[in-house]
């Protein structure tokens, strides 16, 4: 049995029974068939138990620019971790991932959650995405609109049937630097450089959310519920202070970090897990915690919300179990 730890942020002492390293096409060819389980570096990823089959590990890396008129397509390997991309981008005055900065994973794991932060999603900016399907052992390429990018989804997530392994993602960035700047801390800040914009969202993550290097976590354990018009009216005149973010099709997102601290749920702890002091939508280990002391505290943070605003709170986390990933309701 091989030793996950250092494979899921949490941080959890779980196991597999085998682990592999892949490096390239070739090695995915090799790979063995049956129960595998595809891992970047499980910064997303909640085992709530040993897994019963292999790991495969994104190793894949190489990284290509290619200058077009206008823009740039940015070429980089699945293994690669998105931060240092976004570093050795703006290294080169490259623009258009800052907003992403300091968010830990691989690039191959962005696309499958469409990771966000800090008003922008990373499927915004993707032109295509290339992938090893390991049933029917060949390469495809998904275009944008193929990808099927949504909040905190895409196509890679909703058809778990297919075991998908991303080996490449295309980026497509204007040369020119139009910050976003939308977010609440980067609104109304004047940034001359994609460094600067860099800097002020790595200073922003880091006065919320704790360093999964020093403090086992998988950052925003929820997504943002997304609520009627109706809804989120209602809500307004209990709590006029609530934040509110309407969506384009009529729909209003909430922030579930607000929620859960309105629910008291802010720097608790259940054993040895616990909610973060300065953010409440992020489950920490504290220490040695069981995947049983972060399941139960995560249930009773979606109980306290619902008792009190009648809202569900849905995991952001990808959870794993004996045999692959499971739903949260089964739970």
């Known amino acids: ?4 730890s250092a494979y899921n942020s949490f941080g959890l002492h779980v196991r597999a029974e085998d682990l592999i390293m892949i490096h390239s096409i070739e090695d995915l060819q090799k790979a063995p068939a049956g129960q595998v389980l595809i ?12 897994y019963h089959g292999t790991i495969l590990v994104n190793d894949i890396h190489g990284f290509q620019v ?17 931060d240092g991309l976004i570093e050795d981008l703006v290294a080169r005055n490259i623009s258009g991932l800052e907003n ?5 994973g691989t690039v191959g794991a962005a696309p499958i959650q469409n990771v966000g932060a800090y008003g922008m999603e990373i499927g915004q900016v993707i032109e295509n995405v290339t992938f090893y399907d390991l049933d029917r052992r060949c390469l495809e390429t998904f275009g944008r609109e ?16 297919r075991r998908l392994f991303i080996t490449e993602i295309t980026l497509r960035l204007t040369k020119e630097f139009k910050p976003k700047l939308s977010y609440h801390g980067l609104e109304g800040h004047v940034f001359e450089t994609p460094y600067q914009l860099r800097e002020q969202v790595i200073a922003l993550r880091r006065k919320k959310l704790p360093d999964p290097k020093t403090v086992g976590n998988a ?27 309407p969506q ?37 280990n504290r220490g040695g915690a069981c995947p049983h002391e972060i399941v139960a505290l995560a249930k009773y943070i979606v109980c306290e919300v619902m008792n009190l605003f009648s809202i569900v709170l849905e995991p952001e986390v990808r959870i794993y179990g004996a045999y692959g990933e499971v739903s949260w309701s089964s739970l």
């Not at 891992?39 to 040993?50: C, H, I, Q």
């Not at 992403?100 to 830990?104: N, Y």
């Not at 607000?258 to 008291?264: P, V």
């Open 66 to 82: 290619e200058e077009k008129d206008g823009y740039y397509l940015i070429k980089a390997g699945g293994g690669l971790l998105l």
């Open 39 to 50: 891992l970047g570096k499980g910064s997303d990823v909640l085992f709530t138990d040993d």
């Open 219 to 245: 950052g925003s354990f929820f997504k943002n519920p997304q609520v009627s018009a109706e809804k989120a009216e209602e809500l307004k005149r209990i709590y006029p202070d609530i934040p509110l973010y």
């Open 146 to 161: 193929q990808c099927e990018f949504g909040y905190r989804n895409s196509y890679f997530k909703k058809h778990r049937e």
């Open 100 to 104: 992403l900065s300091a968010i830990p």
């Open 1 to 4: 049995m091989q030793d996950l």
């Open 248 to 284: 384009s099709d009529g729909t209003v997102k909430l922030a579930a970090g607000w929620l859960i601290d309105k629910a008291g749920c802010r720097n608790i702890t259940h054993g040895r897990a616990g909610t973060w002091e300065n953010q409440a939508l992020v489950i920490v």
